[in-house]
């Protein structure tokens, strides 16, 4: 039997495991920099932004997913970005990915979002043909910019020491 439950504090550490399964997975284990401490503050905090999802296969935790609400400009609706969906491998393929996605996507329409969005790595090919075969498209017309680190540290500066 799967289950959806919403995270709380106390899943803390099993959402950091999760998070660190996820960047292996994405052979980017090395950039994550956060702790359970951060986790359970920022993402499962009061005051955290993010909205997580534990989902459950026979009582067994397998997976999570975080979301949060961005906001269209040219339809003047909020929308959903998936920040993170993971299921453990041994779980794959019996539904828990499926069943966090409808989950979430449910809220986006009871919520008349505009959108539910999310990037996947190129290379994922498992994961897009996945996506591709729940109805999502790929959005080829839009590159993805991120500014973190030194350059963010260094442009987010120059605006604060000039007072704008």
Known sequence: MIRIRKATPADAGLI?????????????????VTTEAEIRETMLGPDAVTHVFVCSIDDIDVGYAVYFY?????????GIWLEDVYVTPEFRGRGAGKALLKHIASIAVRENCGRFEWSVLDWNRP????????????????????????????FGSQILESGS
């Open 16 to 32: 950091y495991r999760f998070v660190r399964e996820l960047a292996e997975y994405e052979k980017a284990l090395h950039s994550v």
């Open 127 to 154: 994961s897009i043909d996945f996506y591709e075969s729940l109805g999502a498209r790929p959005q080829s017309e839009w590159i993805t910019y991120r500014m973190s680190g030194e350059a963010l540290g260094e």
């Open 70 to 78: 961005n906001y269209s400009t040219w339809l003047g609706k909020k």
